[in-house]
């Protein structure tokens, strides 16, 4: 890359990678809090790993590593990204784009293609214990050279701040209406928020030495 490309990339790292993180850490929660057997399965896999466990063996622990990939498919913060046509090229054998043509790949359909994730409405992170997906069909962050430069550091992001928060306290969502996603700039996010209560604290993690 030229020195300008780097220079973007470490921008878009830095900056565009506070409030998409902060959105998929509420959609997150979200669905944790509506889904009591995914709650119960993934504190069960914390709590062995012990109070103790260094940040390492918690990005290693499937289930936690499962629910973030879950929650990256079933609200994508980014549903689409563009693509210009440095040559033609011809889809499915039926339509050519000529070069210079603008092409939107919608990665939310991809993610919610049941032919690819059966029950896309639900939130079930079994699927990806159960199946490997390709990188044509498991594509939060994009494909391809371009594919988000932070996406290692969101995930690890997000699973250990899940951690610390599904550890420490007792959740409820304060309204039982379903919450939709709307867009917000180029990104999705929860029409109306998420607003939790705590309603009780548990164990506390320890201090990572």
Same mark, same amino acid.
């Given at each position: 890359?030229?020195?300008?490309?780097?220079? $973007?990339?470490?921008? &878009?790292?830095?900056?565009?990678?506070?409030? !998409?993180?902060? &959105?998929?850490?509420?959609?997150?929660?979200?669905?944790?809090?509506? !889904?009591?057997?995914?709650?119960?399965? =993934?504190?069960?896999?914390?709590?062995?790993?012990?109070?103790?466990?260094?940040?390492? /063996?918690?990005?290693? /622990?499937?289930?936690?590593?499962?629910?973030?990939?879950? &929650?990256?498919?079933?609200?994508?913060?980014?549903? $689409?990204?563009?693509?210009?046509?440095?040559?033609?090229?011809? =889809?499915?054998?039926?339509? !050519?784009?000529?070069?210079?043509? @603008? @092409?939107?790949?919608?990665?939310?359909?991809?993610?919610?293609?049941?032919?690819?994730?059966?029950?896309?409405?639900? #939130?079930?992170?079994?699927?990806?214990?159960? %199946?490997?997906?390709?990188? /044509?069909?498991?594509?939060? #962050?994009?494909?391809?050279?371009?594919?988000?430069?932070? /996406?290692?550091?969101?995930?690890? *992001?997000?699973?250990?701040?899940? &951690?610390? =928060? @599904?550890?420490?306290?007792?959740? *409820?969502?304060?309204?039982?209406?379903?919450?939709?996603?709307?867009? %917000?700039?180029?990104?999705?996010?929860?029409?109306?928020?998420?607003?939790?209560?705590?309603?009780?604290?548990?164990?506390?993690?320890?201090?990572?030495?």
């Amino acid at each position: 890359m030229t020195d300008s490309e780097v220079r $973007d990339q470490l921008i &878009t790292l830095l900056l565009a990678g506070h409030e !998409t993180s902060a &959105t998929a850490l509420a959609w997150c929660i979200y669905y944790l809090a509506r !889904t009591p057997e995914v709650l119960g399965r =993934l504190r069960s896999e914390l709590d062995a790993l012990g109070a103790e466990a260094p940040p390492e /063996a918690l990005l290693r /622990a499937p289930y936690l590593d499962a629910v973030v990939s879950e &929650t990256l498919r079933i609200e994508p913060i980014v549903t $689409d990204v563009l693509r210009v046509c440095r040559e033609p090229f011809t =889809l499915a054998n039926k339509w !050519t784009i000529p070069a210079g043509e @603008v @092409v939107a790949v919608m990665i939310v359909s991809i993610m919610k293609d049941a032919r690819v994730f059966p029950e896309p409405e639900r #939130f079930w992170p079994e699927r990806f214990l159960e %199946k490997k997906f390709g990188v /044509a069909e498991y594509l939060p #962050f994009g494909g391809g050279a371009r594919r988000c430069l932070g /996406a290692a550091f969101a995930e690890a *992001e997000l699973a250990l701040a899940i &951690t610390e =928060l @599904v550890l420490r306290w007792e959740i *409820e969502l304060e309204s039982a209406e379903p919450e939709r996603a709307t867009r %917000k700039n180029v990104t999705m996010g929860p029409a109306r928020g998420v607003r939790i209560r705590i309603k009780s604290a548990r164990q506390a993690r320890a201090a990572v030495k």
